[in-house]
């Protein structure tokens, strides 16, 4: 069902507000424009827009997703769509009461990132097969991965000005609009030397890129063909369960705190606006320890 043309200015408005406030990704702004619309088409069923919502109706609506099986988490990120979104209202004057106020967000339990161990990482980043061009590309934004910790997107996304091999440094721009430098280690910028000096010319051949990672049509990898990449090498290293990109970031954080790093030096290594985000890698080295415990020591 196509949205109303009022709904819809008044959706892109807010969204416009968010971007100039804010500085949110597209990603981001997406997810909100997805919450909204499914609202709006709910709304709509039984005659009403989007700015004369009231509770009632809210809670219709979130019972609905949770009707179609929709997760807590995700109903739950709808939630918080929708209280930003109606406190941008009341803030305009575009409402007298926020009718999001009386809606509560799904409890959830806290759920560890999946991460990898130091020998699983070791088997993933030496799957590709380096004597090939593409394998080395591969090889390369492995290690860049692991060794920065980047997000998908970040990675995907950097140009070949904003690594420094001298240096040792990437320049990532990150959410928000964010810049950091972040350290890359010896052995990533060994691949990333052997890439660009001779890898990405013969993916290239005559044609031009200011992307890092580029496929033979001369375009930047794209988040989708990572994902699909170490998913591919995953099964070569023999490595079970869910494997993506942000495995390799969780995996980042996590050895680092295992080998002593402090946390808010992780923050900002990760990008991190807020340190709360960061703790989660804190129960994550726990739980490690906690099986450690439980393995080796004779009354665990």
């Known amino acids: 069902m196509a ?11 807010f969204l416009d507000a968010l971007w100039l406030e804010r500085g949110l990704s597209e990603n981001t702004l997406s997810a909100y424009r997805r919450d909204l619309g499914g609202l709006s088409r709910h709304l709509s069923k039984n005659g009403v827009d989007l700015i004369h919502a009231r509770p009632e109706h809210l809670h219709s609506y979130l019972h609905a997703l949770f009707r179609k099986n929709i997760s807590a988490r995700s109903v ?8 930003r979104f109606y406190q941008y209202q009341l803030r305009e004057n575009r409402i007298a009461i926020d009718p999001s106020a009386e809606v509560e967000a799904p409890k959830l339990g806290r759920t560890l990132p999946h991460t990898l161990t130091e020998r699983e990482v070791e088997g993933l980043l030496a799957a590709p097969d380096t ?47 964010k810049e950091r430098l972040v350290p890359l280690g010896e052995t990533a910028i060994h691949y990333l030397d052997q890439y660009i ?3 990405r010319g013969e993916i290239l051949g005559r044609k031009q890129s200011d992307a890092l990672f580029v496929t033979r049509r001369a375009g930047p990898m794209t988040r989708q063909a990572c994902w699909h990449m ?14 993506s990109p942000h495995t390799l970031r ?23 606006s807020d340190l709360s985000t960061t703790q989660i890698y804190t129960y994550v080295a726990q739980e490690r320890l906690k099986k450690l415990h439980q393995q080796h020591h004779p009354r665990g």
């Open 3 to 13: 949205l109303n043309s009022e709904n819809l200015d008044t959706i892109e408005r």
């Open 76 to 83: 739950a990120r709808c939630v918080s769509t929708l209280r």
């Open 131 to 177: 004597g090939q061009a593409l394998g080395l590309r591969d090889r390369a934004m492995l290690e860049t991965l692991y060794a920065t910790g980047l997000r998908v997107s970040e990675l995907v996304n950097l140009l070949i000005m904003e690594v420094d091999i001298i240096t040792g440094v990437v320049r990532v721009m990150g959410k928000g609009g």
């Open 197 to 199: 000096s001779r890898g």
């Open 230 to 243: 170490i998913k591919r090498y995953g099964l070569v290293a023999n490595i079970g369960g869910h494997l």
């Open 250 to 272: 969780h995996a980042f954080a996590t050895h680092l705190l295992n080998h002593g790093a402090d946390l808010r030096s992780v923050q900002m290594l990760l990008g991190h």
